[in-house]
């Protein structure tokens, strides 16, 4: 592990500060992505700005409906919230088939958006990779591919982003509140927040330089059946081949995010009329343009096939 200086920041306009003020520095709370990067040298900060004591861990009530959780709300406390669960289902559904119990009650809400890929060869240093060092390469091109994404990728990366949380925030239509270093604050709907590779695979959000998130604000309810299913290779403790974030109302519209296909949650809103048609031709749209390999090919048929189970399960 190379050699970095530590502070504890008192409040989210202190944390943003101490980040402008050192180059290199990174936010630090439940750290269960950021020091396995570090431990591997992927991720090398001079300067580590640990927020654990700034508040940002409540989940509260928001005028009009909808609630606010905090940047710091952990992902147990979030799942077993009583309101997430009633009005919230698909989140806390997600958060519970994310990780293990023990990571999930270290883990944050903005530290889970922000969590880095788990593609083999981002953590494998031996071999180029665009996104762990810009310009090297992509050695998933022409390499072993399964887990990684099918649509929404580019000639520098087909990398997936592996949060589950990520996807049902994107089902539900979420915004994520930042304060940047010169104490600005912004709101960033979670359809914007996460970035496609493109030509700058490196650069996973929108946030600026030292932008904290603070808090990400949930809509009001929208009611109707909320379901998630993951597929993975192992029942716990796996990443998703694909995930399918959904909220069903009773005439059979809907809204549906997929996970485990793309570098970011993957939502389009412009095919969810065809969702009453069923789960072939809604898949059809969101996926046209797909680029798969010989190794991840069947993500498209097993995405519809999880949508067509998931579209069961809210008739039942």
């Known amino acids: 592990m190379k050699a970095f200086t530590y502070e504890r920041a008192r409040t989210p306009a202190e944390a943003a500060a101490a980040a ?79 990780a293990s119990g023990q990571l999930r009650n270290k883990a944050t809400t903005a530290g889970n958006l922000l969590q880095r890929t788990r593609c083999p060869y981002f953590y494998d240093t031996d071999q180029p990779c665009n996104k762990r060092q810009p310009g090297s390469g992509c050695a998933a091109q022409g390499g072993y591919s399964r887990q990684l994404a099918v649509v929404g990728t580019s000639n520098a990366c087909i990398a997936t982003h592996p949060s589950d949380m990520a996807v049902a925030m994107r089902v539900l239509d979420a915004t994520v509140e930042t304060v940047r270093p010169d104490g600005s604050a912004r709101t960033i709907p979670i359809a914007d927040f996460h970035r496609l590779p493109g030509d700058t695979p490196q650069v996973d959000t929108v946030l600026e330089a030292g932008e904290l998130i603070t808090a990400v604000s949930l809509p009001p309810p929208v009611g109707g059946r909320h379901v998630y299913r993951k597929v993975r290779d192992r029942a716990s403790y796996a990443f998703a081949l694909v995930s399918v974030a959904a909220v069903i109302q009773p005439d059979g519209s809907g809204r549906v995010a997929v996970g485990g296909v793309a570098h970011k949650p993957w939502r389009l809103e412009a095919a969810e009329p065809l969702l009453p048609q069923g789960a072939k031709a809604f898949t059809a749209q969101l996926l046209a343009g797909a680029r798969t390999t010989e190794h991840n090919a069947f993500k498209l048929p097993l995405v519809e096939r999880t949508l067509a189970a998931v579209l069961a399960d809210t008739r039942a």
Do not use: C, W
């Open 20 to 98: 402008r003020r050192t180059p290199g520095a990174r936010f630090i709370a439940g750290g269960t992505n950021l020091l396995d990067l570090m431990k591997l040298q992927i991720e090398t900060p001079t300067h580590l700005v640990d927020v654990n004591g700034i508040g940002l861990d409540a989940i509260e009530p928001q005028p009009g409906g909808g609630l606010r959780v905090g940047a710091l709300v952990r992902n147990t406390d979030l799942a077993a919230d009583s309101r997430v669960r009633r009005d919230y289902a698909v989140l806390s559904r997600a958060l519970l088939s994310g």
